[in-house]
């Protein structure tokens, strides 16, 4: 019995660590379809500056995806003041932003127009 209980509360412990982080919403400004313009807000403290581009590209290879090409990053809106809004802006594919949306470092994504 005891043994079944130890057992239990492994595969209990196991499934809630291995449990994917939720998929942070996207937040939607109007009910037409979007241009492909998103927001993407990081948490806190959670990218340094200095590593964005390496956060982005690791996020698109975890997700099965290629990494932006200079011609890419340089459409993005980046390195904005982190003490007034802590994020990048851009044109990204849905498969992108999805990547972006599993990850514990962005607080919200918000779709533009």
């Not at 005891?2 to 919403?25: D, G, K, N, Q, R």
């Not at 990494?67 to 993005?76: A, E, F, R, Y």
């Amino acid at each position: 019995m005891l043994f079944t209980i130890w057992s239990f509360l492994a595969c209990a412990v196991t499934l809630v660590i291995a449990a994917p982080t939720p998929l942070v919403p996207i937040h939607r400004v109007s009910k037409r379809a979007s241009n492909g313009g998103y927001i993407v807000k990081f948490k806190d403290g959670a990218v340094p500056r200095a590593n964005r581009r390496k956060w982005v590209d690791n996020q698109l290879r975890k997700a099965g995806l290629d990494p932006l090409t200079d011609n890419q990053v340089g459409t993005l809106k980046v390195g904005w003041r982190t003490d007034v809004f802590d994020g990048f802006s851009g044109q990204l594919s849905e498969e992108a932003i999805n990547a972006f949306r599993a990850t514990g470092d962005v607080e919200y994504i918000a779709e533009g127009e």
